[in-house]
């Protein structure tokens, strides 16, 4: 081999082992796929009464009331045994000046106007939901579930209303119709009076048929159709979610 030619065979064996030796790397575009969270649902507003009479109205702006609210924290002063909670509303949309709500009135789904200089807001993050078929109770705050928990509900003669309602008031064991009772009582520790009534009776032991849900006796009955139209749960259960749940809470009954 001359020279020039082992030279060039020399040169061809170097350029081959630095080929095999460093490979051109092939570069892949990779795709970053974009993560996108769910927003958090925004907190529901309640509308709590600063007079003593609330006027609703049929439309903003309105000049004759369609209905007058009685604020219970202000016309019947509170009292150890007795206290009274105020009247509260869920709002539901507003206008300069005006709020649309919720009202706990007949019949169920009302709403109505009222002027925003008759109450303050505040923000509620929890939202319950109440399955009757399941009879299951999920709590949720900020739209995450935060608590749940068996119930019994309405049986066939006072079915359990579905639809859309609100925590009107939290009702304490010693304070319910300003008598003492017991946590061993039909109630349990207490009561969330709910802006819902039954579509049965239109009175029942001395009420105007307002629905509730509350602790019970009979815990054995619990995940039947046995009430005549009010959510029960456990005692410990109720006990629990009265400390938690701030009335004006959304209570969402399904089917």
């Not at 907190?43 to 006027?55: I, K």
């Not at 309405?154 to 304070?175: A, K, L």
């Not at 509350?214 to 006990?239: K, W, Y």
Request: one cysteine or more.
């Amino acid at each position: 081999m001359t020279r020039r030619g082992w030279i060039a065979s020399l040169v061809g064996i170097v350029l081959l082992a630095g080929a095999c030796s460093h490979p051109t790397a092939i570069r892949h575009h990779v795709h970053h796929p974009t993560v996108t969270f769910p927003s958090l649902p925004p907190p529901s507003q309640v509308a709590t009464a600063q007079v003593p009479s609330v006027p609703v109205f049929d439309a903003p702006g309105g000049l004759t009331s369609a209905l007058n609210l009685a604020n219970p924290s202000i016309l019947e002063p509170s009292n150890r045994n007795s206290p009274k909670e105020p009247l509260v509303f869920l709002v539901r949309a507003a206008q300069p000046g005006w709020l649309q709500v919720s009202l706990p009135h007949r019949p169920n789904g009302s709403t109505g106007w009222i002027r925003a200089s008759d109450v303050t807001l505040a923000d509620d993050s929890y939202t319950m939901v109440i399955s009757l078929g399941a009879h299951h109770l999920n709590v949720f705050s900020q739209g995450r579930l935060v608590d749940q928990a068996p119930v019994a509900v309405g049986g066939s003669s006072g079915p359990t209303p579905t639809g859309s309602f609100y925590v009107t008031e939290v009702i304490p064991c010693n304070s319910t119709s300003g008598q003492p009772c017991s946590v061993s009582g039909p109630y349990g520790p207490g009561a969330f009076g709910l802006s819902g009534f039954s579509n049965v009776y239109a009175s029942f032991a001395g009420g105007n048929g307002q629905i509730a849900m509350h602790g019970t006796n009979q815990p054995f009955l619990i995940g039947e159709n046995v009430s005549h139209g009010c959510v029960r749960l456990a005692n410990p259960d109720m006990a629990r979610l009265m400390q938690e749940i701030p009335v004006g809470t959304p209570v969402d009954v399904t089917a």
